[in-house]
């Protein structure tokens, strides 16, 4: 099992930064992959960003060039740093983890983005 532990999130002017946290406890060793998706209100939930073991990372395309991920293996974390916020990012984000036999997740937080 792995436990997923995010960083309260907040309320942010467009245009402006936010950082969340993900702090991994458990089989640790199991996970390939860590990754971030979001769910607004009405939308189905998206996929934003993913960091592989190896260091790889990709991104959503609505996001690419204005967030970063980044995954820490000797802390078991990973981070998401949002830049020139828009008010359509706002949403519940989710951390996720992913391991050779099922996903896990965070319990979700959000971020809200006003004009």
């Known amino acids: 099992q792995v436990q997923l532990v995010e960083s309260e999130g907040g309320v942010v002017q467009a245009g402006g930064s936010l950082r969340l946290s993900c702090a991994a406890s458990?089989?640790?060793?199991?996970?390939?992959?860590m990754g971030w998706y979001r769910q607004a209100p009405g939308k189905q939930r998206e996929w934003v960003a993913v960091?592989?073991?190896?260091?790889?990372?990709n991104y959503a395309g609505s996001v690419k060039g204005r967030f970063t991920i980044s995954r820490d293996n000797t802390k078991n974390t990973e981070d998401l740093q949002m830049n020139s916020l828009k008010p359509e990012d706002t949403a519940v984000y989710h951390c996720?983890?992913?391991?050779?036999?099922?996903?896990?997740w965070g319990q979700g937080t959000q971020v809200t983005v006003s004009s």
């Open positions: 996720n983890a992913a391991t050779l036999v099922g996903d896990y």
């Open positions: 458990g089989s640790i060793f199991s996970i390939t992959s």
């Open positions: 960091a592989t073991s190896e260091g790889s990372t």
